[in-house]
């Protein structure tokens, strides 16, 4: 059985590799064909081809860990199909491997795909990307991955509650633009601090260019604004650079850790983390979709192949990976919108293409 196990490892780790690296080329293909619209442009002119090339180069491991499971899949499936044409496979089930003797193969071959994938995941992928985007900063400035409007954060301090936003955070942790407002108690806008730029410093902001404006709005008779300049000013606040840079980061390429961290810093000041919720989830489980890919190429092996059946049946493991991309992409949006529990909307699509896999299983290779 070794020899056996042998085999079936080297030939799908083999497929695996040969597909990831044809994806991989694609995205780095298209990425780089956007970046170009980016080199020479006003204010980027040390941004040229090297230094795009770079930074595509760095976003390869985030695209690995969206592509991973899909691979697995074809290449397992391509694996499976050939060896059934070639009838391999029927000599090796006569050879002593049945089907369970097959699927606990499988699975431990998925075990180590399963930790690949999150080792890509929550090490590799986010220290990728924060490199990608300081080596953009450095040429482009001062960077934001999370709209036009910035990073919007909250805190409370006693009866008091602010919000606060930041523009982008440079490569050496410079805040841009940092806005702050103040509410009182009952929820009403008391004072708002602008700043040109800041920094984080232990239990405290220090802002630099401030103008900070007072309203009076205890006497709706006498409504007063009152406007102060201060060219360096001390803001006590709890929120640390990291939780800066961890909102300004899309959730997708944050760590499962910091997720966590942010999440319960949400939480603790009353705003809502579903969004963070959903993307720990889809955290913990898209790394097991790996199992349920090979357990659904292995019928793949029990199939009847003419002279060029394997074709259609790799062509049909491309699109049920395309699939499972994008229900598991819609299910996260259906999920924020219509506020599902998260777990269950990060877990549903492999849920599904679980019982795909069992079906499968079960008709083709134990009934048939």
């Given at each position: 059985?070794?020899?056996?196990?042998?085999?079936?490892?080297?030939?799908?780790?083999?497929?695996?590799a040969?597909?990831?690296?044809?994806?991989?080329?694609?995205f780095?293909?298209f990425?780089?064909?956007?970046?170009l619209?980016?080199?020479?442009?006003?204010?980027?002119?040390?941004?040229?081809?090297?230094?795009?090339?770079?930074?595509?180069?760095?976003?390869?491991?985030s695209?690995?860990?969206?592509?991973l499971?899909?691979?697995v899949?074809?290449g397992?499936?391509?694996?499976?199909a050939?060896?059934?044409?070639?009838?391999?496979y029927?000599?090796?089930?006569?050879?002593?491997?049945?089907?369970?003797?097959?699927?606990?193969?499988?699975l431990?071959?998925?075990?180590g795909?399963?930790?690949?994938?999150f080792?890509?995941?929550?090490?590799?992928?986010?220290?990728?990307d924060?490199?990608?985007?300081?080596?953009?900063?450095?040429?482009?400035?001062?960077?934001?991955?999370?709209?036009?409007?910035?990073?919007?954060?909250?805190?409370k301090?006693?009866?008091k509650?602010?919000?606060?936003?930041?523009?982008?955070?440079?490569?050496?942790?410079?805040?841009?633009?940092?806005?702050?407002?103040?509410?009182?108690?009952?929820?009403?806008?008391?004072?708002?601090?602008t700043?040109?730029?800041?920094?984080?410093?232990?239990?405290?902001?220090i802002l630099?260019?401030?103008?900070?404006q007072?309203?009076?709005?205890?006497?709706p008779?006498?409504?007063?604004?009152?406007?102060?300049?201060?060219p360096?000013?001390?803001?006590p606040?709890?929120?640390?650079?990291?939780?800066?840079?961890v909102?300004?980061?899309?959730?997708?390429?944050?760590?499962t850790?910091?997720?966590?961290?942010?999440i319960?810093?949400?939480d603790?000041?009353?705003?809502t983390?579903q969004?963070?919720?959903?993307?720990?989830w889809?955290?913990?489980?898209?790394?097991l979709?790996?199992?349920?890919?090979?357990?659904l190429?292995?019928?793949?092996?029990?199939?009847?192949?003419r002279?060029?059946?394997?074709?259609?049946?790799?062509?049909?493991?491309?699109?049920?990976?395309?699939s499972?991309?994008?229900?598991?992409n819609?299910?996260?949006?259906?999920?924020?919108?219509?506020n599902?529990?998260p777990?269950i909307t990060?877990?549903?699509?492999?849920?599904?293409?679980?019982?795909m896999s069992?079906?499968?299983?079960?008709?083709?290779v134990l009934r048939r």
């Amino acid at each position: 059985m070794k020899t056996i196990r042998r085999l079936i490892y080297i030939e799908v780790l083999k497929a695996v590799a040969f597909v990831t690296l044809g994806f991989l080329s694609l995205f780095f293909f298209f990425d780089f064909v956007d970046e170009l619209q980016s080199i020479g442009q006003p204010g980027t002119l040390n941004y040229g081809a090297m230094q795009a090339l770079m930074y595509v180069a760095l976003l390869i491991p985030s695209h690995l860990y969206e592509l991973l499971p899909i691979t697995v899949l074809i290449g397992t499936i391509f694996v499976m199909a050939r060896l059934a044409q070639s009838s391999e496979y029927t000599i090796l089930r006569t050879s002593g491997l049945g089907p369970w003797r097959a699927l606990r193969t499988l699975l431990v071959l998925g075990l180590g795909f399963v930790v690949l994938t999150f080792a890509v995941g929550d090490y590799l992928s986010p220290a990728s990307d924060r490199t990608a985007q300081l080596l953009k900063s450095r040429y482009q400035g001062t960077y934001s991955m999370v709209g036009y409007t910035g990073a919007w954060l909250r805190e409370k301090q006693g009866d008091k509650s602010y919000a606060v936003n930041v523009a982008s955070i440079a490569r050496n942790g410079t805040l841009r633009d940092p806005r702050i407002f103040e509410f009182d108690s009952r929820g009403l806008l008391v004072s708002q601090i602008t700043a040109k730029q800041g920094y984080v410093a232990t239990g405290e902001w220090i802002l630099v260019g401030v103008t900070q404006q007072q309203y009076e709005t205890g006497n709706p008779d006498k409504v007063r604004i009152t406007t102060t300049d201060v060219p360096v000013m001390k803001w006590p606040s709890s929120l640390t650079n990291e939780m800066v840079s961890v909102a300004l980061l899309r959730p997708d390429r944050m760590r499962t850790i910091d997720l966590f961290e942010y999440i319960q810093h949400l939480d603790a000041n009353g705003q809502t983390a579903q969004r963070y919720e959903i993307e720990f989830w889809r955290k913990v489980f898209y790394p097991l979709s790996c199992l349920v890919m090979v357990v659904l190429a292995l019928p793949f092996a029990y199939l009847h192949f003419r002279q060029a059946g394997i074709t259609a049946y790799v062509f049909g493991g491309v699109m049920i990976g395309i699939s499972f991309f994008l229900l598991n992409n819609v299910f996260g949006y259906l999920g924020n919108l219509s506020n599902w529990w998260p777990w269950i909307t990060a877990a549903a699509p492999g849920l599904i293409y679980s019982v795909m896999s069992l079906a499968a299983f079960t008709w083709l290779v134990l009934r048939r």
